[in-house]
Each structure stands twice: as structure tokens, then as C-alpha cells.
């Protein structure tokens, strides 16, 4: 059993992982007050001391605890170190991700460090800071404190001592309520809106003090991200998910890289390397070493995948820079195919190493060159896998025109594994928590890149309120459906939309293919015509095409997937969104409307 500590952003993402999981689990925050809804997870509100954490510890069998409370909850986590110890129980702790420390803010270590030199002063450290706040009003500084607009704040602020002139309220976060000299702030990561914040103040000319954060403490297992979380927890209680998780080739290459430039700098040779992922979350990853290279092993978790263990290789070679030269230089050696029809993110004759791993493996090299003061040279990467000219012949590539090896890939750097039922079964959770959440609308997407085009359109809709549906856009209509969800939008990215257009409401490439005839019918039907029979993916098209005309085709695709769709949804208000590769949408020309 799991007992999660939150209440925060952290605590929500925590959530969204632990739900995945269909297993039962604890969330504990101290007020109560946060909004969340929990599916599998059992709810229990209000402060625990030591005695009474052990207690429930031990009547619960708890095996795993994950702190994901606030940054500057230093109680609770000295609480939660204890417990942990006396009862030999494992703690992850679900960091935030933190900028760089800015050198033109006044960095302190404690309330008494605040600088006595300014006359105003804007405190934005939460009403449990009022207290050790006050000795400065004693120094003739003019206090006001930024609390939540809640009768349990405002209580607390004036059981304190403060009066309603200082008081100020969280209408929006990142706004400046009160002119000051100077602003004090917590350091509360990315999650917390530390740089917005920042950013407000020296807008408004006015000095920044921030309070460090406090030491997390020894024996915590740091995470800051959801795919971090979810892997930890994989490896400490492995009954917990029925699947496990991977990582994409383009994480592993990724992986390599770093090694190699370590190695290369510094002579050591650790057997985990730190790899940011696309999202901006840290994982750890294990690496191998030879004399020539590094390399990673290919771990796909339990997703059915031909490259599941294959050995992803780097080798590297620091050059001096010239002004005509990038950074970092990527290429493709033994194993890793290359493009040889166009379509693709790069021309052909480029190693098949798709966008989304080449940035990962160019930001990760790039924040290494400047921490180990590189950026007088630049860095050669060529990138391996020794059995990939054989494993390819067993994918989809030589279809798409990658020969000699297979490609790397992957958007997130995971790999998420579930069979056809959990992936339903999953979609129907998230589904349920959609409606559960008040939204009256639900909008469904392939993933997340679709996922953040189509957020753009809904800035005030929930995150419960943007569900998956990965290939299963019938199923997951049918689901909406029945869970009685009168207004869906249907985010559809072009690839998966004439797939949708033709009937096949699976759009799983084992179990549909994009059909050449079929295209050529809508593009008439839209008055276009050309010669598609050379292409290989459906944006080539796209790419073909005027604005004008990509309305024109949008409107056919669009009004051919709403014969297969709006029938699923025979209750609810339909919308089909037409995404395109560069987050282009084209909308229908209206939505369609439930049966009379």
C-alpha cells in the first residue's frame, strides 16, 4: 500500500500516475481543502504527528511513501524521515523542477536575513510566515502579506497579528497587488510560479528576496516528474502496476550521449546518468562502458516491442567551434537507418534519428557543455545500435522508406505499455474522472502532442477534462456515450484523421493502413487534384497544399470522420478538430448537434 502526502501541484500529478495503476492507495493533506478527485485512491484529511503516521503505517501495511507535500513543509518532511526510518519504509520524494538561482536576486537562508534597508515590503510566503514576519514592522518596515482568499487564512493572518490593510489576496498569481521596494518570495519552483513572479516584480522595478528552499532529507528518493514517479514506483512495489513502463530508443541514445561526455570530461564513469526528457522532468538511466563508446540497453517494460533490449550505442568527439558550427552535431552510424523518401522531419539521406531524440540528446549535451565550461567546442555524436539492421526488417520501416537499420524515436522518452483492455479500461477511468470533474465538455486527442495543440482552444477547461484516446477513438466515443457526456470535441491529427475518414475507428497501424484510393477520392471530392501515389505519409500532402485548399480538404476529411463518428455520440454535441504537424487546426463548420 501507498500513502501519498500532497496537496500540491505534485500531489495531483501524483495522483494522475497512482490512478494508472488501478490499485488502492492513500492521499493525506492537512487541511482538506484541496479539490481532487480520486478513483482508486482513499482520502484522509488533517495533520499527522509521528506517533500517529506510524500508527497508520503499520494498520495499513504501508510499503511506499511519497512525499509530494510542498517544498517548504520542512515539519512534515522531518515527520515523514522518522516514520520512515522506525518502520524501514521507502520515501520518494516528488520534487518540483527548479530554474537556475538568478544572481540579481537576494538569495536568503532565513527570515532573519531579510535586509532591513527598505521601507516597504510585499511577502508572499504563505499566512504561517506572518509570525516570523513581524519583527520587521518593529524595524519600522511596512509589511504586506499575500494569502489565500479563505476564511481559514484570513483567521490565521489575524490571529497573527495582521490587520486587514496588510492583508492581500491570490487574484491572479502572477499579478502585483501592492507597490513595494522590495517582493519575498519562496522558492517554489516552476510549479509554483517562481519565475513568473519574479519576473512580475522586476517589472515593477522592485527588489526580489527569495527564501531558499530547504533541504529535502537524507534517504529520499528524489523524482520531479510524473514518468520518474511512476518508474520508482515500478521498481520499489513491481505489484503495483499489472504493466510496466520503458524507454523509447531516442531516451537511450540520449542516455549514451551523456555518458560519453561525461566520461570524456570529467574521467568518471557512474553507473546511472541524469537524462532530461522532453517534458523538463530529470530520470535517472543506467549506462554501459567500453573502450570506443557507451551505451544503454533498450528496457521497453512490458510493451510488445522488436527492440526490447537491443544495445543503443554512442561515441563522441569534441572539435573546437567555429562561428559556422552548431553545438552539438548528430549522426548516425552501424544499425541506424536512413530516410530515403521525403515526407519525413529531415531529407533523405539523414540518419532515421526523428526530431523529438535529437533535441533531447542536443539540450541534454548542451546544459553539460556549460556546466563543464565546453562551449569553446563543439560535440560529434553518432549514434548506434549493432543489431538494428536485422530488428528493422521486422518493423514498419522499410514500408516507409528507412533502410539499413532502425530509427530512433519517441516524443515523451517513455514508453507506456498496456494491452487493448487496460488501454480501454484506462480510457473509461480517465473518462469517468473527466465527468466527475464538472467539466460539460471533454476533449479527446491521440496524445500528448495533439494534447497541446488542442489546449490552446480550452485555456479554462480542467486538465481531467483533455483524455487519451491513443487508436481507440470508437471505443472511447462509445464510452462518452454511455457515461452520458453531452459535449466532446475530437482532436485528430491528420495521419489518424483519414484513417477515421475510411471507416476504421481503430486507427492502430497493425489494423489499418493509410489508403492512397480512398485519399484520392476526398481530395476530388474537395476539388484537388494531384498525383499521390509517390507518398508516404499524409502530411505530404498537407504539405502540397494552399491555405485555402487545406480548408477545402480539411472540410471533406473532417465531414467523412462525422458519418463514422457522430452516430457513437448519438446524445452528446460533436466537434471534430483537424490538427496539422504544425499544430495548425481546422475546425468543422459547426458542431454536431445531438438526435431530437
Not at 484541496?34 to 503505517?57: N, P, S, V, Y
Not at 529520499?220 to 515500478?234: K, Q, T
Not at 466515443?477 to 483519414?498: D, Q, R, S, Y
Amino acid at each position: 500500500m501507498i500513502l501519498v502526502f500532497g496537496g500540491t501541484t505534485e500531489g495531483r500529478k501524483a495522483v494522475e500516475v497512482l490512478e494508472e495503476g488501478g490499485s488502492t492507495y492513500f492521499y493525506s493533506t492537512k487541511t482538506g481543502e484541496q479539490d481532487i478527485t480520486l478513483h482508486h485512491g482513499q482520502r484522509i484529511d488533517g495533520a499527522l504527528d509521528e506517533t500517529a503516521m506510524i500508527d497508520f503505517c503499520r494498520a495499513h501495511n504501508i510499503r511506499l511513501i511519497v512525499d509530494a507535500a510542498h517544498p517548504f513543509a520542512s515539519l512534515l518532511h522531518q515527520t515523514i524521515a522518522r516514520t520512515a526510518t522506525a518502520l524501514d519504509i521507502p520515501v520518494v520524494r516528488f520534487e518540483r523542477i527548479y530554474p537556475p538561482r538568478d544572481a540579481s536576486i537576494t538569495w536568503i537562508n532565513d527570515y532573519t536575513e531579510i535586509p532591513r534597508d527598505i521601507h516597504r515590503l510585499l511577502a508572499t510566503t504563505g499566512v504561517q510566515s506572518i509570525a516570523k514576519l513581524k519583527p520587521l514592522e518593529s524595524a519600522g518596515i511596512k509589511v504586506f502579506y499575500r494569502i489565500l482568499n479563505r476564511p481559514s487564512s484570513i483567521a490565521l493572518a489575524q490571529k497573527q497579528g495582521a490587520t486587514n490593510e496588510q492583508l492581500c489576496y491570490y487574484e491572479n498569481p502572477n499579478d502585483i497587488p501592492i507597490k513595494a521596494d522590495a517582493i519575498l518570495l519562496k522558492e517554489s519552483g516552476l510549479s509554483g510560479g517562481f519565475t513568473e513572479k519574479v519576473e512580475a516584480a522586476k517589472n515593477c522595478a522592485m527588489r526580489v528576496i527569495a527564501l531558499k528552499r530547504p533541504e529535502i532529507p537524507a534517504g529520499f528518493i528524489e523524482v520531479n516528474g510524473p514518468y520518474g514517479l511512476r518508474r520508482m514506483v515500478e521498481k520499489l512495489l513491481p505489484d503495483f502496476y499489472s504493466l510496466h513502463s520503458g524507454l523509447t530508443t531516442g531516451t537511450c541514445a540520449t542516455a549514451a550521449a551523456v555518458a560519453a561526455t561525461i566520461r570524456l570530461t570529467t574521467g568518471e564513469t557512474p553507473a546511472e546518468v541524469p537524462v532530461t526528457l522532453p517534458n523538463g522532468e530529470t530520470i535517472q538511466v543506467a549506462v554501459n562502458y567500453s573502450d570506443d563508446y557507451t551505451s544503454c540497453i533498450k528496457e521497453a517494460g512490458d510493451d510488445p516491442d522488436v527492440t526490447d533490449g537491443i544495445e543503443v550505442r554512442a561515441s563522441i568527439i569534441l572539435q573546437h567551434r567555429d562561428t559556422e558550427t552548431q553545438g552539438v552535431i548528430i549522426k548516425g552510424g552501424e544499425g541506424v537507418g536512413r530516410f530515403t523518401l521525403p515526407g519525413f522531419d529531415y531529407p533523405p539521406g539523414e540518419a532515421a534519428i526523428n526530431k523529438a531524440p535529437r533535441e533531447m540528446i542536443r539540450q541534454n549535451l548542451e546544459r553539460l557543455c556549460i556546466s563543464e565550461s565546453l562551449c569553446s567546442n563543439y560535440i560529434i555524436v553518432t549514434i548506434s545500435v549493432p543489431q538494428g539492421a536485422e530488428i528493422a526488417r521486422r518493423t514498419f520501416n522499410p514500408r516507409l522508406g528507412i533502410e539499413g537499420g532502425i530509427s530512433i524515436i519517441g516524443v515523451s522518452g517513455i514508453v507506456k505499455p498496456f494491452s487493448e483492455e487496460a488501454f480501454i479500461d484506462s480510457i473509461r477511468k480517465c473518462m469517468t474522472v473527466a465527468k466527475a470533474s464538472g467539466s460539460e465538455r471533454v476533449v479527446i486527442n491521440s496524445g500528448g502532442k495533439s494534447e497541446r495543440f488542442v489546449k490552446a482552444l480550452y485555456p479554462t477547461l480542467p486538465q481531467q477534462a483533455f483524455v487519451e484516446y491513443g487508436n481507440y477513438i470508437g471505443e472511447t466515443l462509445k464510452i462518452a456515450h454511455e457515461l452520458g457526456i453531452k459535449e466532446v470535441t475530437l482532436g485528430v491529427m491528420l495521419g489518424k484523421a483519414v484513417k477515421l475518414a475510411a471507416g476504421h475507428l481503430d486507427t492502430h497501424s497493425k489494423r489499418s493502413t493509410m489508403d492512397k484510393t480512398f485519399i484520392s477520392e476526398m481530395l476530388h471530392e474537395a476539388n484537388i487534384y494531384m498525383d499521390i501515389s509517390h507518398i508516404t505519409l499524409a502530411r505530404e500532402i498537407w504539405e502540397r497544399l494552399s491555405p485555402e485548399k487545406q480548408q477545402d480538404f480539411a472540410n471533406v476529411v473532417i465531414s467523412h470522420c462525422a458519418t463514422y463518428c457522430k452516430p457513437l455520440l448519438p446524445k452528446g454535441e460533436l466537434t471534430i478538430l483537424l490538427i496539422a504537424d504544425d499544430g495548425t487546426i481546422l475546425p468543422q463548420s459547426q458542431a454536431l448537434q445531438p438526435e431530437q
